[in-house]
C-alpha cells in the first residue's frame, strides 16, 4: 500500500467512535470494497502527475484547471447539490436536518474550489477574467455520467445515498490533493490544492459521520451499496465492482 | 478537558453536529465578536466521550485544555479499546 494511503487511513478513516451504529457497516465497505478504489486512484494520480511533470510546457495545469472549474463550483455542484438539498421530503426534514445544514455548506465550499481553479488560469495569464470561462467549453462540461449530476436533479435515490460519495469519492479528492502535494512545486498549482485540502477532508467526514451515525438498516445500507457500486465501477472502472447481472 | 485552537479550526461545524446529535450539546457558538466555535467544558464528557474527534477535519483544531496535546486527528486512546 503506498504510504500516502497508509497515512490516509491511520487518520482519518480507522478512528472510529465507540459504539458509533453504523461503523460497522463503514468499516465492512472500506476495507471490502473502497481500498481498492483509492489504491487504484492514487496509483493512477501519481501516475499522471509524473507523466505530466516530464513534459516542458504547462498544458496540463491548463486542462486540469479548466476541468476542476467544470466539475466544481458554479457549474456542477450549485446544480447538483441544490437538488440533492430539494429532493429530501418534508416528512424527512427533521431527520435530516444535519445532513442538509452539511450539504449546503458544501455547495459554499465547492464555489471556492472552482475559484481556485479559476485562479491558476488568471494566474498563468491564460483568461483575463473569470467570466470568460463561460464561452469556454472545457470549462463548462463533464466527461462522466451525471448520476449525481444534472440527471439526478428529478427523481433523487435515497438522502443517504451522497453519503457513498462523500465517503469514497471525496476520500479519493484528499489523496489526488496529497498526490499533488508530494510531488508538484508550482505555487499556484500547490495553492490550488492547499487550500482545498480541509475542506475536502471535511466533505469525506460528512460521508464519515453519515454511515456511522444514520446508515443503520438495511434500506439506506443497501443504497449506499448500490452508490458506491455505480462509483467504483461506471467511474472508476474497477471491473470487480459491476453489478453481478454484469459480471 | 478539550478546547478548540482558532488557529487551526475552520469553523466548519462538524463538531457541534456531532456533539448534538449525541445529545451533549457542549460545543456552542461563543457570544464574541467573531462568534466562533467553543467546547463548554462543564457540558464535555471528555475523555469519556471523544465523538468529535473522529470527524473532526482540521489537524490540531481540538487541545486538551490541561496539556495542550493536539487530540485531531484522533490518538489512539481515544477510539482503540
Redesign the interface.
Known amino acids: 500500500m503506498h504510504k500516502l494511503l497508509e497515512e490516509f487511513l ?3 478513516v480507522w ?4 459504539g ?1 451504529p453504523g461503523a460497522e457497516f463503514r468499516l465492512k465497505i472500506t476495507r471490502e470494497r473502497c481500498i481498492k478504489g483509492w489504491e487504484l486512484n492514487l496509483a493512477r494520480t501519481l501516475a499522471d502527475i509524473e507523466e505530466e511533470l516530464k513534459t516542458s510546457d504547462e498544458a496540463w495545469k491548463k486542462a486540469h484547471a479548466l476541468r476542476g472549474y467544470a466539475a466544481e463550483g458554479v457549474h456542477m455542484s450549485i446544480k447538483q447539490m441544490s437538488a440533492q438539498l430539494l429532493s429530501v421530503d418534508i416528512a424527512e426534514q427533521e431527520k435530516y436536518i ?1 445532513l442538509q ?2 450539504r449546503a ?1 458544501q455547495i459554499w465550499d465547492e464555489c471556492k474550489h472552482s475559484k481556485l481553479h479559476a485562479d491558476v488560469l488568471l494566474g498563468k495569464g491564460w483568461v483575463s477574467d473569470e467570466r470568460e470561462l463561460m464561452d469556454i467549453a472545457q470549462a463548462n462540461v463533464q466527461p462522466l455520467p451525471a448520476y449525481f449530476g444534472l440527471s439526478m436533479m428529478f427523481p433523487h435515490i435515497h438522502p443517504l445515498a451522497r453519503a457513498a460519495q462523500n465517503y469514497y469519492t471525496e476520500a479519493n479528492a484528499c489523496l489526488g490533493i496529497m498526490a499533488y502535494l508530494h510531488l508538484v512545486d508550482d505555487p499556484l498549482v500547490r495553492h490550488e490544492h492547499l487550500s482545498q485540502q ?2 475536502e ?2 466533505h ?3 460521508g ?2 453519515q454511515l ?2 444514520y446508515c443503520t438498516d438495511e434500506t439506506s445500507q443497501r443504497h449506499v451499496e448500490d452508490a458506491l457500486g455505480y462509483l467504483l465501477y461506471q467511474i472508476g472502472g474497477i471491473a470487480e465492482a459491476a453489478p453481478a447481472a454484469v459480471r | 478537558m478539550l478546547k478548540v485552537d482558532h488557529e487551526r479550526c ?1 469553523e ?3 463538531c457541534y ?2 456533539c ?2 449525541l445529545d451533549i450539546n457542549a460545543v456552542y457558538i461563543a457570544l464574541e465578536p467573531l462568534h466562533r466555535i467553543e467546547i463548554d467544558p462543564e457540558a464535555c464528557t471528555f475523555p469519556g466521550c ?2 468529535c ?7 490540531g483544531s481540538i487541545v486538551e485544555t490541561e496539556t495542550g496535546r493536539s487530540v485531531v ?2 490518538p489512539a486512546e ?2 482503540r ?1
Open positions: 491511520d487518520k482519518w478512528p472510529t467512535m465507540p458509533a444535519d445544514r452539511m455548506r480541509d475542506e477532508l471535511m469525506f467526514m460528512e464519515k459521520f456511522d451515525f | 475552520t466548519c461545524r462538524m453536529i456531532v448534538r446529535e471523544t465523538a474527534l473522529m470527524y473532526c477535519p482540521a489537524a486527528p484522533p481515544a477510539w479499546s
